[in-house]
């Protein structure tokens, strides 16, 4: 009933409209966060006192831990920026029948390796400055909050809170950054695909025989929509983070004291 509701017309038709270009983020948001996670903690092992029996336990300056988790952040570029240039363009493709693996193929057919990480530049600087960040804020708000005489009832509530707060911190940090890195990722060069974009109102037009760098890119939209550019849908993107990052520190909190016993 609640389906019909929402997809009146065709809700097989819909939810695969609503669907596009998830597959890409499905499948190497998996690898990108084992991968930052592993880096994290080995980098903050390496930054913390050598004396420490358990470096990862120790108390640690937070400017270590923003520096352990930029560390993750650009070590995660290597699967984020294929996996957003793919995801950024299956959403805004305007051909039916477009799928993420169509447009993997078509940019490994057309650039190979090198074209699958257009825009990666901008991509590892948002990468690094917004887990630095994730995890500053997450450590930070966990030790102002946590006390040795919480349930673990409270520990848990807290953890979804201290994750839930770091993803709001997170995107407020970057979130002009990926405004800039999803429309360098998506600008088009053909005339024909930049008319059919204006009229959907998704990307900026793009007359030159080159894409536009990040700098071009944000002179561009400064200049035509102001700085409210940078910071359009902001509201619901945190409302999304506070609730997939709550649910992710909780669940890595919850596998880090399983696999830690004995």
């Not at 991968?35 to 420490?52: D, E, G, H, I």
């Not at 984020?80 to 169509?102: N, Y």
């Not at 257009?118 to 708000?141: K, L, M, N, P, Q």
Request: glycine fraction near 8%; aromatic fraction near 12%.
């Amino acid at each position: 009933m609640i389906l019909v509701a929402i997809f009146p017309q065709d809700s097989s038709s819909s939810f695969t409209l609503h669907s596009i270009g998830a597959t890409a983020p499905i499948l190497g948001y998996g690898a990108l966060n084992a991968l930052l996670f592993v880096t994290y903690n080995r980098t903050l092992a390496l930054l913390s006192s050598p004396s420490s029996l358990d470096p990862l336990t120790a108390p640690t300056s937070f400017s270590k831990i923003w520096l352990a988790g930029a560390t993750g952040g650009l070590a995660s570029f290597v699967v984020s920026a294929p996996t957003e240039l793919i995801k950024c363009r299956a959403q805004v493709a305007t051909e039916r029948g477009t799928s993420s693996w169509s447009i993997a193929r078509d940019i490994w057919r057309k650039e190979g390796v090198r074209g699958l990480y257009f825009g990666g530049g901008i991509t590892s600087v948002r990468d690094a400055v917004g887990y630095g960040f994730y995890f500053w804020s997450y450590e930070w708000t966990k030790q102002a909050w946590s006390s040795p005489d919480d349930s673990d009832r409270d520990a848990a509530m807290k953890v979804l809170l201290c994750g839930g707060l770091a993803g709001v911190v997170t995107w407020a940090s970057i979130f002009p950054l990926d405004v800039i890195k999803t429309r360098v990722q998506t600008q088009t060069l053909h005339h024909e695909s930049q008319m059919q974009c204006e009229r959907s109102g998704l990307l900026q037009p793009n007359v030159s025989e080159r894409p536009m760098n990040s700098i071009e890119i944000a002179k561009h939209a400064y200049r035509t929509e102001g700085a409210g550019a940078f910071f359009r849908g902001l509201g619901i993107c945190s409302v999304r983070a506070f609730v997939v990052n709550a649910v992710q520190w909780a669940v890595y909190e919850w596998m880090m004291r399983v696999l830690q016993r004995p």
